[in-house]
């Protein structure tokens, strides 16, 4: 089995995504792995010919800066489009991990690779933190799709309900809704309607949770549209690196520097367990193949992680589950269009 | 100058919401207050009479469980029925304070004063604290519209900043639109058209904010529709209780004591600047007569800041300059109702 690796997306890139390139190797020994980028300075970095680790070359790199869709129609020589190329033209190449930019990897997933039958958005599905111990709890979607209609949320639901169940081990995810209130009559003309869908899934639907309680831990899985879904993301973000500072700057007034240090030392764990980033990566439900984007500034650890990641959704077939269940939606319920 | 407060909303009414009315009264001798509720009750707080303090007997309590509509319409003896029926009926009450049901607030402000020729949505406008030391950004709206057009927007832009200008003192707020990127061209359907209008506007708009960056202390007003500003607005309450509690924990596990002790100490501090409710009132901007709202857990203290902030929101005519900025926008941009 073959995973495909974007080696110059993201930060940290060459050295790190290389880095953790081999280290997933080394845990599996049943897996290959495609690097695509600068063939010189990647073998600069691999040092010796490893057997397991192949190299396509890609001298050019997409930035952030670029337009997704110029980027992916016009950069051809670029990492990132020679990895959708491998991807897509190779049975054995089972999944894509990329840290670079999310908009360019959204943009040739759609173009490269597209959409499993029956689903209309791919959606993005990062993972939060929560305050229960080792416990998280996925976000679908936030952010890909920012205009949305119920039919999409139900997609969503299913796509992250199935990854959830083969990420946690857990046959039957808790599914909610994020919404302005917890009764079912609450919300938005889009929520309402999706609220009164979602009943009729096979999935465990929970029912409406507030922002206020999407660390609680209490679900596993929150369902909203793009828009909402990256308001709360990046608020999350946003107040835990606020409070972050605001903690830094008590911390530095304290006149005992001990209890100052020891206050820093403590809320370091802390701010690494709220860094929203440090999860691994984050996969773009619902396209044929399996694409997943990591962070710009993972790790060695974090790119491992992102890989065994890929193949763990592949041996357990993800992307079967979702076509089965979408199978299963439609022929069930008439959704607008 | 009168204002009318609701004496049995919230959950310390009523003992601290009449003693917060005195407080008030003691701070502006120019001052009345009409409290509306239980008449011995609120008697046997005040222990004597007080010149400046009215009491109008309204034996009947909405509570959260309350439909509002229903409420509004049936429970008419109600301490929030009441006040509305005085702040409506005597030209010399110029506002409502309630700490009860925001629905049911709402919906009577709606159903009892009614709008500000011109605009069509009244608006919900609550504080944030940022990371800056003492300043403050307002989030319109927070929930009161959950769906809305790009003209709600506009509105709820005039109608914030006009607030902020008066409450800060501050002649050219900066107005930004909440957004999933910061550049022009990104949004979904609704934010991209307010972009281009809001443009247009006599405002110093200054562009799109992330949720992230809404804490950072850069922009004085956000915009958004109900829905997403709720999300916000409830994922910084969140995140901040989630973080409360880890940093707990962390304190807990603490073996020195000493520290643990420390750190919870420098916390609540910290934690008394992250909580939203703590900044006074949220204003429902764009009603007739000024209605404000404030947290239901809210004090003596909060209920009198509350108060005096109606009182300078008169006297610096908010309602005016509401009034004038619509004009003046509906003559400028012709948009879609």
Do not use: W
Request: hydrophobic content about 40%.
């Amino acid at each position: 089995m073959k995973v495909v690796v974007d080696a110059f997306g993201g930060d940290n890139a060459p050295v790190e995504i290389v880095e953790g390139a081999i280290e997933a190797i080394n845990l599996n020994k049943d897996l290959n792995i495609i690097l695509t980028g600068d063939e010189n300075k990647i073998k600069e970095i691999l040092s010796k010919r490893i057997d397991r680790i192949e190299i396509v070359n890609a001298p050019d790199i997409i930035s952030n800066d670029d337009s997704p869709t110029v980027a992916i129609r016009q950069k051809k020589d670029s990492s990132l489009v020679r990895a959708f190329d491998v991807l897509k033209e190779n049975d054995d190449v089972v999944g894509l991990v990329s840290a670079g930019s999310t908009g360019a990897i959204l943009t040739g997933a759609i173009l490269k690779i597209g959409r499993i039958k029956g689903i209309s958005r791919p959606a993005l599905c990062p993972i939060l933190p929560t305050v229960k111990d080792g416990k998280s709890v996925m976000i679908c979607d936030s952010g890909a799709n920012v205009d949305c209609k119920s039919e999409h949320l139900l997609h969503f639901a299913i796509m992250a309900s199935s990854y959830y169940s083969i990420m946690a081990n857990e046959p039957n995810p808790k599914v909610a809704l994020l919404n302005n209130g917890v009764e079912e009559h609450k919300g938005n003309e889009l929520t309402k309607e999706t609220y009164s869908l979602l009943k009729k899934l096979p999935i465990n639907f929970v029912g409406n949770i507030e922002a206020r309680d999407v660390m609680s831990g209490d679900v596993d899985v929150i369902v909203t549209d793009g828009f909402a879904g990256n308001v709360l993301l990046k608020s999350v973000e946003g107040v835990a690196s606020g409070m972050s500072k605001l903690i830094k700057i008590e911390a530095k007034k304290n006149i005992f520097t001990l209890i100052g240090a020891a206050m820093m030392g403590k809320f370091k764990g802390l701010k690494a367990k709220m860094d929203v980033n440090s999860y691994g990566g984050a996969p773009f439900l619902g396209c044929k193949k399996l694409v997943v984007k990591t962070h710009g500034t993972a790790n060695r650890q974090v790119i491992c992680n992102t890989i065994l990641q890929v193949v763990k959704l592949y041996e357990n077939k993800l992307n079967e589950k979702i076509e089965n269940l979408v199978h299963e939606l439609t022929e069930k319920i008439e959704v607008k269009e």
